[in-house]
């Protein structure tokens, strides 16, 4: 049963092919949010106990099904949130082909040509940032979190290395980083997966551009080591979450030069910008960056998940990671290549390098180079759209997130508002947004990103309509419940 017969494969295929085009071509014409119902999936759910064998066709069906039912559909040109784009064509074709050929890339000797393609495109990215391609080392991880993790783990090595071996206990002095309060929250998990705490993250704050302040930050680092802290590395964003703003990175870099302090560069978004020539600019600095996050499942568009972990320092991966063991395949001694193993948190893993390698074959770095020319355009539509509707544009970004309130009415900034706008719309299918905290004051914005290759000119006019009806709903609700309070 797990080797299904010729005849069953191809009929599975020839579906598996159906569903994969029909959802390609048809999301456009689905909610983009379903109803968020416990019962109804688990019901679907209900008597599937692996008792009774379903048939193969049967069974990819019962799930695209479910699949549709019961799913943000965040490669929908509607979708308006988190940097989930729909995935590229090629990537989609290469997850099948890593599927089936399911190589092991733990060593080099297994998997040679996957290993050998993922350090080609490492060299590729790292020279796109700046980096000599010649020096420039990396890996690619799950996400973006790991590659951040692998970060914390590098400066860690770097600075002490006794750690490796006796952890914790062997440092002098209590470790700590720096990274904007706008930054991204995977930097505390890091902190407690390394041992370091998340009081050893020192969450430094905004200026009036919602960018990392570095007067603060070179405040924060005399008053550590005054208190016999160790700085240890400086986080500069390149695209925050929340509001897609990008961090001084040339003045942080500066700052970290002069403080002796591994300096890392959290792109894992807005690195995409180094792909367009028109805005390459915005990431000044970059190039100066001891290492560099960056997630080729956002901006990039490949399959999730896609992240990477760069470097200008060709030996600190095998510091942090590297090990001998007796078990491992040895058939490439004497070559001068690497084993994945030896320089990642994981050990064996997916070929996950091969969508991004065979979406970059087809589309080229100057196809890239237009899709996200045309989302960024998309979002100065949005931008022009809201504002002539009467909404005010909080943020300032060269980026496609665009973060707002409504000025029309008195409540217009309050949480309780914007929720009730933003609840409306995803309610009604039509769209989807999120609500955000920016800022060192936490304050409440109604947030929408154009991360899909496929959102056009219609698709941002559609978002502003919905919120404009949903802002007549919500405002003639708050308007009927005050007359009553009265």
């Known amino acids: 049963m797990l080797m299904l017969n010729e005849q069953t494969r191809e009929e599975l295929w020839r579906r598996l092919i159906e569903v994969v085009e029909n959802y390609l071509t048809k999301i456009d014409t689905a909610r983009v949010a379903p109803e968020l119902d416990v019962e109804k999936i688990r019901g679907v759910l209900a008597g599937r106990d692996f008792a009774e064998p379903l048939g193969a066709v049967e069974s990819l069906d019962f799930v695209a099904d479910a699949m549709w039912r019961f799913q943000v559909h965040t490669g929908h040109p509607r979708y308006f949130g988190l940097f989930c784009p729909a995935s590229t064509t090629m990537g989609i074709a290469a997850d099948t082909l890593v599927a089936a050929f399911n190589p092991q890339l733990a060593a080099w000797s297994h998997s040679p040509f996957a290993a050998e393609v993922e350090r080609h495109v490492i060299r590729s990215f790292g020279q796109k940032f700046g980096y000599d391609p010649a020096l420039t080392d990396g890996v690619f991880t799950s996400g973006g979190s790991e590659a951040n993790h692998t970060a914390l783990l590098a400066a860690m090595t770097n600075e002490f290395p006794e750690f490796n071996e006796h952890g914790m206990r062997a440092l002098t002095a209590q470790p700590v980083f720096y990274v904007s309060s706008q930054g991204h929250h995977s930097f505390l998990k890091a902190a ?205 970004t060269p980026l496609p997130v665009v973060c707002f309130v409504d000025r029309a009415l008195w409540e217009g900034a309050t949480a309780e508002y914007l929720e009730a706008v933003c609840k409306s719309v995803v309610a009604s299918g039509e769209a989807w947004l999120s609500i955000a905290r920016v800022g060192d004051d936490n304050k409440p914005v109604l947030r929408a990103g154009v991360t899909s290759y496929r959102t056009n000119v219609a698709d941002v006019d559609a978002l502003v309509e919905s919120l404009n009806r949903a802002r007549i709903r919500e405002g003639g609700r708050s308007a009927r419940n005050s007359s009553g309070a009265a």
């Open 192 to 396: 407690r997966a390394s041992g370091l705490g998340t009081a050893a993250v020192r969450e430094i704050p905004v200026d009036g551009e919602l960018r990392m302040n570095a007067g603060a930050l070179t405040e924060r680092i005399e008053r550590d080591r005054a208190e016999g802290f160790k700085p240890l590395m400086i986080v500069a964003t390149a695209g925050t979450t929340s509001s897609g703003v990008i961090d001084p990175i040339d003045e942080l870099a500066e700052v970290a030069a002069r403080e002796g302090i591994w300096f890392h560069v959290d792109a894992a978004w807005g690195g995409g910008a180094a792909f367009a020539p028109e805005l390459r600019a915005t990431l000044g600095g970059i190039e100066k960056a001891d290492s560099i996050t960056f997630d080729a499942h956002k901006w990039l568009s490949a399959p999730m998940g896609a992240g990477l972990f760069l470097t200008r320092h060709p030996e600190i991966l095998k510091r942090t990671f590297g090990m001998a063991t007796s078990y491992m395949p040895r058939d490439a001694a004497g070559l001068e290549v690497v084993d994945p193993f030896t320089h990642s948190i994981q050990w064996s893993r997916r070929f996950i390098g091969l969508k991004v390698f065979m979406s970059l074959l087809v589309a080229g770095w100057d196809g890239y180079a237009e899709a996200i020319r045309h989302q960024t355009a998309m979002g100065d539509r949005l931008r022009r759209r809201l504002q002539d509707s009467g909404w005010e544009v909080v943020n300032r």
